[in-house]
């Protein structure tokens, strides 16, 4: 299933987080890891300032394992909601926020 989320980044964990998605951290996690980095790839800081992106996911609960793994540990209040396909969403390219940040 493909889930369209939305977030509220911790602007503190930025360093960590883009360490992760870019050392290999996160692309070596099984199995969800190589979706997780080109979710974060697609992702956008949208107008209300959260993090919006869209995320295929396997698991009884939306994002369990990924929230389990890396998402709790930098977003908060995050919600999912089912969509027919990945999408885009209008916004600043989380990735170079992050490099902003950093």
């Known amino acids: 299933m493909i889930y369209h989320v939305q977030a509220k980044f911790n602007p503190q964990t930025a360093q960590e987080l883009f360490a992760k998605l870019t050392d290999g951290t996160v ?8 979706e997780l ?10 107008q209300e300032g ?8 396997f698991c009884s609960s939306p994002l369990h394992h990924e929230r389990a793994t890396v998402l709790d540990m930098h ?3 995050i ?3 089912p969509i027919d396909g990945h999408a885009k969403y209008e916004g600043q390219p989380f990735m170079e926020y992050l490099k902003g940040l950093i």
């Open 50 to 57: 959260n993090i919006e992106w869209s995320q295929m996911c």
């Open 75 to 77: 977003f908060d209040n």
């Open 27 to 34: 692309a070596d996690q099984r199995p969800d890891g190589p």
């Open 79 to 81: 919600v999912t909601d």
């Open 37 to 46: 980095v080109a979710s974060m790839k697609r992702a956008v800081v949208n």
